[in-house]
């Protein structure tokens, strides 16, 4: 059994087993490895976010939370190598480290068979990208989260550094760059703000009003803004 499969196994047994704890000395010899590579593997899928926790005493062992994870996933062979080439295509810019655990998620939660046809498939496929990659604070995802007024500061296309108070209404990607959106209360309106031009970025605690964004107010000269997700019918 290659890393893969076991991961996902790994998984599937400590569902079947919820609220149950499963040793490690138990899961290796349930997978036939040693007990340090079934620790050093428990230890990756909690790392890719899977609820997994350690009980102490003789009787403990790993336990997973049950609710909180996916269950297999029934993708088609074509779904599976889109949802890969979409998490990929996030590994530059500031949605990197979540693209990173999803893709590892989706993989160990995938019917064992699926994940390696999935995976062969996405090898053959490359993305050309810039040589230089430029860097985004990482705490741009969390401003579109986390609902609050951020303070961030600013340096234009002129090399000039602002302070702003912003109001985060969304985020355009465009080219490789990612754009915060957000109410300016220095400007007094609706700004874009490209995310390697943040010097820093603070979210507060401050929830402002809601606001409704226009499209006319991105002010955008070229191309089609298109929404990730297709408005619900």
């Known amino acids: 059994m290659n890393r893969t499969d076991r991961l996902y196994a790994l998984v599937e047994e400590l569902r079947a087993a919820a609220p149950r704890a499963r040793s490690a000395r138990?899961?290796?010899?349930?997978f036939d490895v040693s007990v340090r590579t079934v620790?050093?593997?428990l230890v990756a899928l909690q790392e890719a976010g899977v609820p997994i926790w350690a009980e102490q005493g003789r009787t403990?062992?790993?336990?997973?939370?049950s609710a909180a994870t996916l269950?297999?996933?029934?993708?088609?062979?074509?779904?599976?190598?889109?949802v890969l080439i979409g998490l990929g295509g996030l590994r530059r810019g500031p949605f990197r480290e979540a693209a990173g655990t999803a893709l590892r998620k989706v993989l160990a939660v995938m019917p064992a068979e699926d994940a390696r046809r999935a995976t062969s498939a996405a090898a053959r496929i490359h993305l050309l990208e810039a040589d230089d990659e430029r860097p985004v604070v990482p705490e741009f995802a969390a401003s579109l989260r986390a609902d609050r007024v951020i303070r961030l500061a600013y340096r234009d296309r002129d090399g000039v550094l602002t302070h702003r108070e912003v109001e985060p209404l969304g985020s355009i990607g465009k080219g490789g760059d990612w754009y915060l959106v957000g109410w300016c209360r220095l400007r007094g309106g609706v700004r874009a703000f490209?995310?390697?031009?943040?010097?820093?970025l603070e979210v507060t605690d401050e929830r402002p009003a809601a606001r409704s964004l226009r499209r006319e107010e991105l002010d955008i000269p070229y191309g089609t803004l298109r929404p990730i997700l297709d408005e619900p019918r």
Do not use: C, H, N, Q
């Open 60 to 65: 403990g062992g790993y336990a997973i939370d």
């Open 39 to 41: 620790e050093r593997d």
């Open 71 to 82: 269950g297999p996933m029934g993708f088609t062979a074509d779904e599976a190598l889109a």
């Open 26 to 30: 138990w899961l290796a010899g349930r």
């Open 194 to 200: 490209r995310g390697d031009r943040m010097v820093s």
